[in-house]
């Protein structure tokens, strides 16, 4: 889950603790507000820690994703 504050398109970058992008999202916002991405979809993720980048506009929050089964 995320809130996009703006109607800019997003970005989201997963990125392995080697720093190798493992997956990346481009989307539209057609509004502000809470959104759910599946920050692993089409990618095959194994099991780990990964860093999860979303950027809109001038805004990049990054955070940690821990991917435990699938």
């Given at each position: 889950?995320?809130?996009?504050?703006?109607?800019?398109?997003?970005?989201?970058?997963?990125?392995?603790?080697?720093?190798?992008?493992?997956?990346?999202?481009?989307?539209?916002?057609?509004?502000?507000?809470?959104?759910?991405?599946?920050?692993?979809?089409g990618?095959?993720?194994?099991?780990?820690?990964?860093?999860?980048?979303?950027?809109?506009?001038?805004?990049?929050?990054?955070?940690?994703?821990?991917?435990v089964?699938?």
């Amino acid at each position: 889950m995320c809130d996009l504050p703006g109607v800019e398109p997003a970005r989201l970058d997963v990125y392995d603790v080697m720093g190798r992008r493992m997956n990346h999202l481009d989307f539209a916002v057609p509004a502000p507000g809470a959104r759910k991405i599946q920050a692993g979809a089409g990618a095959r993720l194994v099991p780990g820690v990964y860093w999860v980048a979303l950027s809109q506009a001038a805004r990049k929050p990054s955070r940690r994703m821990v991917v435990v089964a699938r």
